[in-house]
Nanobody, 124 residues
Framework: QVQLVESGGGLVQAGGSLRLSCAAS????????MAWFRQAPGKEREFVTG?????YYADAAKGRFTISRDNDKNTMSLQMNSLKPEDTAVYYC????????????????????WGQGTQVTVSS
C-alpha cells in the first residue's frame, strides 16, 4: 500500500508559477510510475505529466510544466510556470505499482494509488 498527499496548491495570477509536491509513504519503490492528473469542474480527469523509466508530458503541459521525483525522500514535484486560467483544476498525484509505457501512463485506470488532490486556481 502507498499513501499519497499533495500540497502546494493555491491562487495565482495568470503568468505566475506554482510548485506542487506529493509526499509518498508506505511500500514505495523507485520502479513505480508516478504522474500528475487534474480535474476541472464538470470535466473528466485528464493526464498532465508522468514519470516512469521515461518522462512524458501532455501537450497542454509541454514547455511550461516540469515533473521530478526524489526517490530518497519519496517525494514528487510539479513545477508549473506561465500558468493560464485554463490550468485551474484540482491536481492529483498518482502512483502505479509498476513501470508504465507512455501509452498506459496517460490512462487514469492504470494507477493504483491516488492523493486527495490540491486546488490550483489561476486568475485572469
Amino acid at each position: 500500500q502507498v499513501q499519497l498527499v499533495e500540497s502546494g496548491g493555491g491562487l495565482v495570477q495568470a503568468g505566475g508559477s506554482l510548485r506542487l509536491s506529493c509526499a509518498a509513504s508506505g511500500r514505495t519503490s523507485s520502479n513505480y510510475a508516478m504522474a500528475w492528473f487534474r480535474q476541472a469542474p464538470g470535466k473528466e480527469r485528464e493526464f498532465v505529466t508522468g514519470l516512469s523509466w521515461i518522462t512524458y508530458y501532455a501537450d497542454a503541459a509541454k514547455g511550461r510544466f516540469t515533473i521530478s521525483r526524489d526517490n530518497d525522500k519519496n517525494t514528487m514535484s510539479l513545477q508549473m510556470n506561465s500558468l493560464k486560467p485554463e490550468d485551474t483544476a484540482v491536481y492529483y498525484c498518482a502512483c502505479a505499482a509498476r513501470a508504465l509505457s507512455v501509452t498506459r501512463m496517460t490512462r487514469a485506470s492504470e494507477y493504483d494509488y491516488w492523493g486527495q488532490g490540491t486546488q490550483v486556481t489561476v486568475s485572469s
